[in-house]
């Protein structure tokens, strides 16, 4: 249960029970808040219900109350007058010209967060090729595997680090796209936001299918703009770039007292067996102009964990059977446990057979 007691909250509806008609009443708290750069909308919340249950909240600029309101992370507002979009996927609040905003306060315990991390998921591929050899690979039930350990363990987030599809250039399937379709629908119907960035195998076909998914409230593009998960962890991410020495880590500050994560899909020296990788961490980190407590890439296919100073590197693997062992290779993903800036890492084998 969450302990805040600033005054007692009046009944109200949660997110269970919004309807797309009329107007609600409904007591929720901000997990993340920024400027929207879309047309006629003036913020983009992340929020949550008395139950915990995750959703969106847009305000629109049409509203006079919530368009300038400062919005405080952490803290509670029982808003009135608000609409909302009730779609097959999840629903989306929005408060106008009708918004009403009364301030709760907040309540800060301890700063607390679970991740689920995969990468490499390959949706799509078939047969793998390694060193001669040749076998066969079920991509869809590693990342089914994945999102119902998500769900099972009432994670606070999921984040990909690419390769989300396998797209060898000639498109992705509309099986491929549905079923990932319905696993991010599983993890939207719960309350876990969907953080992930490009890898170099999405492409053009699967930036198109990712923005779908965007735009209907199944994920969330991670960039230099930090999201914050529980206010315990503050996430960045870069897509794959085909030229790493290019690229400029310049990254919003969060706020201190977070753990900060900054998720890459390229070959890194420390965890990388090519002869020439495209990045180390320590050039990562030197480069960035935010500290990093933690780096994730994904691209290489193998799991390895490497302590440099005080930045915590992790190479995440795969959630399906692609690599250089075919026998040895165990699909898995990372589960991350933040607590007070103290972070836990353990791997979870996938059950995939």
């Known amino acids: 249960m969450i302990d805040y007691v600033l005054?007692?909250?009046?009944?109200?509806?949660?997110?269970?029970d919004l309807t797309d008609s009329g107007t609600h009443q409904i007591v929720i708290r901000v997990r993340s808040c920024k400027r929207s750069?879309?047309?006629?909308?003036?913020?983009?919340?992340?929020?949550?219900?008395?139950?915990?249950?995750?959703?969106?909240f847009v305000v629109w600029e049409k509203s006079k109350h919530g368009s300038e309101y400062d919005w405080q992370v952490g803290h509670w507002y029982e808003l009135s007058g608000v609409t909302a979009n009730v779609w097959p996927n999840g629903?989306?609040?929005?408060?106008?010209?009708?918004?009403?905003?009364?301030?709760?306060?907040?309540?800060?315990?301890?700063?607390?967060?679970?991740?689920?991390?995969?990468?490499?998921?390959?949706?799509?591929?078939?047969?793998?090729?390694?060193?001669?050899?040749?076998?066969?690979?079920?991509p869809e039930r590693g990342i089914k595997a994945a999102i119902a350990s998500a769900i099972e363990q009432r994670v606070d987030a999921v984040v990909h680090g690419g390769d989300l599809f396998h797209n060898p250039g000639d498109g992705i399937s509309e099986d491929d796209i549905e079923t990932c379709r319905r696993e991010l629908?599983?993890?939207?119907?719960?309350?876990?936001?969907?953080?992930?960035?490009?890898?170099?195998?999405?492409?053009?076909?699967?930036?198109?299918?990712?923005?779908?998914?965007?735009?209907?409230?199944?994920?969330?593009?991670l960039g230099p703009r930090y999201e914050l998960i529980n206010d315990a962890v503050a996430i960045y991410g870069i897509d794959y770039r085909t030229k790493w020495s290019d690229t400029v880590v310049d990254l919003e500050p969060a706020s201190e007292g977070v753990?900060?994560?900054?998720?890459?899909?390229?070959?890194?020296?420390?965890?990388?067996?090519?002869?020439?990788?495209?990045?180390?961490?320590?050039?990562?980190?030197?480069?960035?102009?935010?500290?990093?407590?933690?780096?994730?890439?994904g691209h290489i296919h193998a799991r390895d964990t490497k302590q440099i100073g005080d930045t915590y590197a992790l190479s995440g693997g795969s959630t399906t059977r692609v690599g250089s062992e075919h026998d040895a290779l165990q699909p898995s993903a990372e589960l991350l446990t933040v607590i007070d800036g103290e972070i836990k890492v353990t791997r979870q084998k996938l059950e995939t057979t």
């Not at 219900?49 to 959703?55: A, P």
């Open 37 to 56: 750069n879309v047309e006629n909308r003036a913020y983009e919340l992340d929020v949550e219900d008395r139950n915990g249950t995750r959703f969106r």
């Open 7 to 16: 005054r007692d909250f009046v009944p109200a509806t949660v997110y269970e």
């Open 259 to 297: 753990v900060t994560i900054l998720c890459v899909h390229q070959s890194v020296e420390a965890f990388s067996p090519t002869s020439e990788p495209d990045c180390d961490i320590r050039g990562i980190r030197d480069a960035s102009n935010v500290p990093l407590d933690v780096i994730i890439s």
């Open 185 to 221: 629908v599983k993890l939207a119907s719960n309350g876990i936001p969907f953080y992930f960035i490009y890898g170099n195998h999405e492409r053009d076909a699967g930036r198109r299918v990712m923005e779908e998914f965007i735009d209907n409230g199944l994920a969330l593009h």
């Open 91 to 138: 629903k989306i609040l929005h408060g106008a010209s009708k918004l009403r905003i009364d301030h709760l306060g907040s309540e800060r315990n301890s700063r607390e967060a679970t991740i689920l991390y995969l990468t490499d998921s390959h949706l799509g591929k078939q047969i793998h090729t390694y060193g001669g050899k040749r076998w066969s690979v079920t």
